[in-house]
């Protein structure tokens, strides 16, 4: 099936998600606080939901509140969440751009502000803050306004390729992009859900950690023969102008 230039199988997804929903969770334990739902999608990211909710509460008890966390330095905030976290640095580094700006634009850190406005304008103003990754504006924008789009990280297009729902790994990005045009919000949170369960389980199986190695390693052999395809219609080049 193809959808805005993403071919995916619909019915290998579909069957992937009815394996792994009994065992997802049906619902989001941050929502009640918006920022707390921030943070935690950050934190979902190429990662198991055991891991995000255990270095979310380390946040909690570590801090007195979210403003607390943001002033920390991005190596304070990795040995919060734990210096073997997948990714940390950069996940923190993102995260507290994000926090800076909030407090920049509001002298606080909070998204109580969007409360009540309409969709589009949330939807915009998330996606426009600094260091906002797309897979936490579309969690966020999905579990806090029913916004539509399914949340996707590498992780999630290994698994996807693992599965033959993809024949080859695409940017997350695209693929967000086209399931946003997709699913409506319910179908994308049933999706996300089961997505994440078999996540979990294909990161904790080991085999999220090949599938990486590989799609990684077929990128730098990619990036090589580029350029040295390069190189060659250079010495083409100059022989002719030689």
């Known amino acids: 099936m193809k959808e805005s230039k993403v071919p995916f199988n619909i019915n290998r997804l579909n069957s992937l998600v009815r394996k792994w929903s009994a065992r997802a969770r049906s619902e989001e334990p941050n929502t009640s606080e918006l920022m707390a739902l921030l943070i935690h999608s950050s934190l979902l990211a190429d990662a198991t939901t055991e891991m995000a909710d255990n270095a979310m509460q380390r946040v909690r008890s570590q801090n007195v509140d979210f403003n607390e966390f943001r002033v920390n330095l991005v190596d304070e905030m990795v040995t919060s969440i734990g210096v073997k976290y997948p990714d940390a640095f950069e996940r923190m580094r993102h995260l507290r751009m994000t926090m800076f700006d909030l407090f920049r634009r509001h002298h606080k850190v909070s998204l109580d502000q969007l409360i009540g406005k309409p969709k589009k304008d949330v939807k915009t103003y998330i996606e426009n803050l600094e260091g906002m990754p797309h897979f936490v504006a579309t969690r966020f924008l ?101």
């Open 142 to 242: 999905l579990l806090g306004f029913d916004s539509p789009g399914v949340p996707v990280d590498w992780t999630t297009i290994d698994l996807l390729v693992h599965e033959e729902i993809l024949s080859e790994p695409t940017e997350p990005d695209v693929l967000m992009k086209a399931w946003a045009k997709k699913f409506k919000s319910d179908r994308a949170k049933s999706i996300h859900f089961a997505l994440q369960a078999a996540k979990d389980g294909f990161l904790d199986s080991g085999k999220a950690a090949a599938a990486r190695k590989s799609r990684e390693s077929t990128r730098k052999l990619s990036g090589a023969a580029a350029a040295s395809a390069q190189a060659a219609k250079k010495v083409k080049t100059t022989l002719r102008r030689g």
